[in-house]
């Protein structure tokens, strides 16, 4: 260490070089404002994460129901929570989301949970609820978004302090405060801006490394590590009782209306003062705590002990008892669960059992650092030499990283340029095998924050990278494909007959049929007319589906038997699928019920368009050269015996650009409702029409309305499209008035799911084509929303998001 403090300017350039490395990252130490334990004060309701359980839930105590103790639903993993007046906030496992409960005192039944927020790819490292606000940030950015609340929950206006990137924040009465990044000054803002300006204006220049607050104080530890107090101070709550600090000497805070109380992090001790001296600490003397939050005029902490939670203060339910009360909370986390490595403070003791093998809960650091490991530590810390030593020490561990980083980084580049997968390609893939490739989470920021975005990398893009090579020259005799006379396929489908019909393709009729050996199959026939013009769009889409058919096998691809070829008639034999098409399920006028079919599930249907979805996937991103269907609707998605969905009828279907991105001129083909404004308009074809139309596909299935319909409630105004009836609902966030009747309302995960599904496909049906996601980032999403109906999504860790 000595070469840094000899040597400032060698120290500023490797600092630097850091930076340079890290991209920026700023390496921050705060206390923060979240926490495993909350308080909604007016109801003095205590809640706290469970330690010890499958999932990290909350259960909530209220003294004046009796002993009960109330399970939170929905029961799943939260990283941490915050309390206001009469609401609590939890931010889930992941940061991609945070739900918010109404507490009512005279209940006791659990709160009906309302989802404030969910971004998948815009995760969240922190709330702060206020009176009667709240407010995250962005884990990857530091902007604040904040909520205020109108009519209990049911109506939230949207604030935000604006583009300033905080390291923290906290929330009081009718506002908020955090520590910029930039300068490490204190910013406040809120409804209540002479509360939140003047106390911005007391904090000055002060640069601060903690922050909380209380009803309209706010204390913090400075970057010296001296506590430092601003705001009211009516009741002496400013006051803190020493004449002289020593650095770094207090860790927790607990900040009410009229008092504050503070951690010694030397034993963990409580001090409290304010309330004109009516706050005493005698109750908790000798109890050592890891965690306090305050309520308006008592105070709650989580016990070193046992984890357990006690509260104290002349506010608390039992106030006239004479020492403090015990809460029957079953044992609380000291700390958020994660899958990310701890740094150098090292792991909480029994995180495994804690956890429940579902992470880890890493240590607050300790700033008592002596010079010798022998020699015994001292009561209290030099002013000026831990933080010193601390941040040396902590500097020195980052450019080790960083610098291992970089010798890394310049090897696997020689290694890369040496073996040409950089630049070269060294392998090529099966034009009909899917390479089996596990999804990667980007943590782009996203445009909205009540739905999600669509930044979600994948390893698979780097295959489009590649150059593809086409296959051969195209033959109608493909060598997989079983070659049937007009004589086998007649008496397989009794001549034809109209009862064997079963619908209609791209260019004829299509019929049920068996053939000798058994097997049950579709036969699409063409048309017979002897026009040139009919002869010629039968043999271009025989000649498409023959061709691309024959070499495209996936499990949600129809698969192709074989074909027939007799002068004039062109047939196709496919392998049968026996629960029909999606269409007919949909909107057949007998499914009137909800036990009438098994696609009357959101699960269900949230499956088939994920079925869907990655067999169109298949055909943008790993057959060789890539195809682009043309025809995307719910009547060209079939279901077979197991009710997987595969997508049907090629016979519009061409080969797209060999490079991700570009178009290519083609004139307008498809169905109407389904084609893609911009390719209908321009003739202007990508990938991208496919996604449309399955845009248009999945709204089919959230709504039950075909994609051009007759309302009766316009009457009589013509016939509306499915995009322009739901999408203007689903941005107003009414998602729950176009939802198809006869599946019911989703519960609470499956709303989540079904919410989910409902952006990913307005998405899909943005005018421009640009504006719309890839079929990777879908797919992501669709696999998201279904495990979210099996509730598998309780602690995943964010660096795991993208594929749930």
Not at 611 to 640: F, M, Q, T
Request: aromatic share 8%; proline share 4%; net charge neutral.
């Amino acid at each position: 260490m000595k070469i840094f403090h000899q040597n400032p300017s060698f120290l500023k350039v490797i600092l630097l070089l850091v930076f340079a490395v890290t991209e920026g990252v700023l390496l921050t130490d705060g206390l923060g404002s979240a926490s495993t334990i909350a308080i909604t004060y007016g109801s003095n309701t205590v809640c706290g994460i469970l330690a010890g359980k499958p999932n990290q839930r909350i259960e909530c105590y209220t003294p004046n129901k009796g002993s009960s103790v109330i399970s939170i639903e929905p029961n799943i993993s939260y990283d941490s929570i915050s309390g206001g007046k009469d609401f609590f906030c939890g931010l889930r496992s992941g940061g991609y989301s945070f739900l918010c409960w109404t507490v009512n005192s005279s209940s006791s039944y659990s709160p009906t949970p309302k989802r404030i927020y969910y971004d998948v790819n815009v995760t969240l490292r922190d709330i702060a609820v206020g009176e009667n606000h709240v407010c995250g940030i962005e884990n990857a950015t530091g902007i604040v978004h904040c909520w205020w609340r109108q009519n209990g929950l049911q109506k939230l206006r949207y604030l935000s302090p604006g583009n300033e990137r905080f390291s923290l924040i906290t929330s009081g009465n009718g506002f908020s405060c955090g520590v910029l990044i930039s300068s490490n000054r204190v910013k406040c803002w809120g409804i209540d801006s002479n509360k939140a300006n003047g106390i911005e204006k007391e904090f000055g220049n002060v640069s601060m490394g903690s922050l909380t607050a209380g009803s309209s104080h706010v204390c913090g530890v400075d970057s010296n590590g001296v506590l430092v107090c601003k705001g009211n101070n009516d009741s002496g709550q400013l006051n803190f009782p020493w004449a002289k600090q020593q650095a770094f000497e207090y860790s927790g805070l607990g900040l009410g209306l009229n008092h504050s109380c503070v951690i010694r992090r030397l034993n963990g001790s409580v001090v409290c003062w304010g309330g004109n001296g009516m706050y005493s600490s005698n109750r908790i003397e000798g109890v050592s705590f890891e965690s306090i939050v305050a309520g308006l005029d008592y105070t709650c902490g989580l016990t070193t002990r046992n984890l357990s939670m006690i509260c104290w203060g002349l506010g608390w339910f039992s106030s006239n008892s004479t020492s403090s009360i015990d809460l029957p909370l079953p044992k609380i986390v000291p700390g958020a669960c994660t899958l990310t490595p701890c740094g150098q403070c090292g792991i909480y003791p029994d995180s495994e059992n804690l956890c429940s093998s579902s992470g880890s809960i890493c240590k607050q650091c300790d700033y008592l650092v002596v010079d010798s490991p022998s020699a015994p530590p001292p009561s209290l810390p030099p002013p000026s030499k831990p933080n010193n030593i601390v941040r040396n020490k902590a500097l020195l561990a980052y450019i080790i990283i960083g610098s291992f980083g970089i010798v890394c980084g310049i090897f696997s580049l020689i290694y890369c340029l040496w073996s040409g997968v950089c630049c070269c390609n060294r392998q090529k893939i099966h034009n009909s095998v899917q390479p089996t490739i596990n999804r990667a989470n980007s943590n782009n920021r996203g445009s909205g924050h009540f739905s999600p975005t669509f930044s979600i990398s994948s390893k698979r893009h780097s295959f489009r990278a590649m150059r593809r090579t086409r296959s051969g020259p195209s033959s109608k005799h493909a060598d997989r494909a079983e070659e049937f006379s007009l004589a086998e396929l007649a008496a397989a489908t009794n001549g034809f007959s109209i009862e064997n019909k079963i619908g209609s393709g791209s260019f004829g009729i299509v019929y049920k049929g068996k053939l000798r050996d058994g097997r049950e199959v579709a036969i699409k026939r063409g048309e017979t007319s002897t026009k040139t013009k009919k002869f010629q769009e039968k043999e271009s889409a025989f000649d498409s589906e023959l061709e691309f058919l024959s070499r495209l096998h996936h499990k949600h691809l129809v698969s192709l038997v074989g074909f027939c070829e007799e002068n004039e008639e062109r047939l196709l034999v496919y392998e049968y699928m026996k629960n029909g098409a999606l269409y007919d399920h949909i909107h057949s006028k007998n499914n009137v019920e909800k036990t009438s079919s098994l696609l009357n599930t959101w699960k269900m249907r949230i499956k088939v368009s994920l079925d869907a979805a990655r067999g169109i996937e298949y055909l943008h991103n790993y057959a060789v050269p890539p195809i682009i269907h043309r025809d995307i609707k719910s009547s060209n998605i079939l279901l077979d015996s197991n009710w997987v969905a595969r997508v049907s009828d090629f016979g519009l279907s061409l080969l797209g650009p060999e490079t991700e991105g570009e178009h290519m001129s083609a004139k307008a083909a498809g169905t109407v409702g389904y084609m893609d404004p911009e390719y209908y308009g321009l003739n202007v074809l990508t990938a991208k029409s496919d996604v449309y139309g399955l845009g248009v596909v999945m709204l089919e299935l959230l709504t039950g309305k075909k994609a051009i319909f007759r309302d009766d409630d316009l009457d009589g105004e013509g016939p509306m499209s499915v995009v322009d009836y739901a999408v203007p609902k689903i941005m107003a966030g009414e998602l729950e008035r176009v939802l198809d009747v006869r599946v019911g309302p989703p519960d609470v995960n499956m709303a989540e799911a079904v919410e989910l599904v409902a952006y990913t496909a307005v998405h899909c049906v943005n005018l421009e084509g640009k504006e719309r996601p890839s079929m990777n980032d879908i797919v992501a999403n669709l696999e998201r929303a279904l495990s979210l109906c099996d509730g598998s999504h309780g602690s995943i860790s964010s660096a795991s998001l993208a594929s749930e």
